[in-house]
C-alpha cells in the first residue's frame, strides 16, 4: 500500500506563491506517474498537473498553465507544485495522488487513472 502525504498549504494574497510538497512512502516513486488535483467548495474534484514516471512529461490544466509548475526528485520520493501568481479562483484543497498505471497508457488527466491519494492541503488565496 502506498500512501501519499501532502504539505505546503496555507493562507496567501492574491499575487503570492506557494509550494505545495507531495511525500510518498513507496520505496520509490521512480514507477509512479503523479498529479495534483484540486476540489473547491460546491464543486468538482478538477485536474491541476501531473508528471510523468521519469519527469520527461507534464500537463496542465489550462487555467494553470503558466503560473503552476510541477516537478518530482525521486530520491526524496517526492512530488512538488510550484504555484505563483495566485488567484482567489485557485483557493481550494489540494490533492496529491500516484497512478501505477504504464505510460504508454495513462490518461494523466483522470482521476480515476491514480490509485493512490492523500488527504489533501488546504489553499486559501485572499483578494
Known amino acids: 500500500q502506498v500512501r501519499v502525504m501532502e504539505s505546503g498549504g496555507g493562507l496567501v494574497q492574491a499575487g503570492d506563491s506557494l509550494r505545495l510538497t507531495c511525500v510518498s512512502s513507496?520505496?520509490?516513486?521512480?514507477?509512479?506517474?503523479m498529479g495534483w488535483f484540486r476540489q473547491a467548495p460546491g464543486k468538482e474534484r478538477e485536474f491541476v498537473a501531473a508528471?510523468?514516471?521519469?519527469?520527461?512529461?507534464?500537463w496542465y490544466a489550462d487555467s494553470v498553465k503558466g503560473r503552476f509548475t510541477i516537478s518530482r526528485d525521486d530520491a526524496k520520493n517526492s512530488a512538488f507544485l510550484q504555484m505563483n501568481s495566485l488567484k482567489p479562483e485557485d483557493a481550494a484543497i489540494y490533492y496529491c495522488?500516484?497512478?501505477?498505471?504504464?505510460?504508454?497508457?495513462?490518461?494523466?488527466?483522470?482521476?480515476?487513472?491514480?490509485?493512490?491519494w492523500g488527504q489533501g492541503t488546504q489553499v486559501t488565496v485572499g483578494s
Open positions: 513507496a520505496r520509490t516513486l521512480t514507477s509512479y506517474g
Open positions: 495522488a500516484a497512478s501505477s498505471r504504464p505510460s504508454w497508457s495513462w490518461d494523466a488527466k483522470e482521476s480515476s487513472e491514480y490509485e493512490y
Open positions: 508528471i510523468s514516471w521519469n519527469g520527461g512529461e507534464t
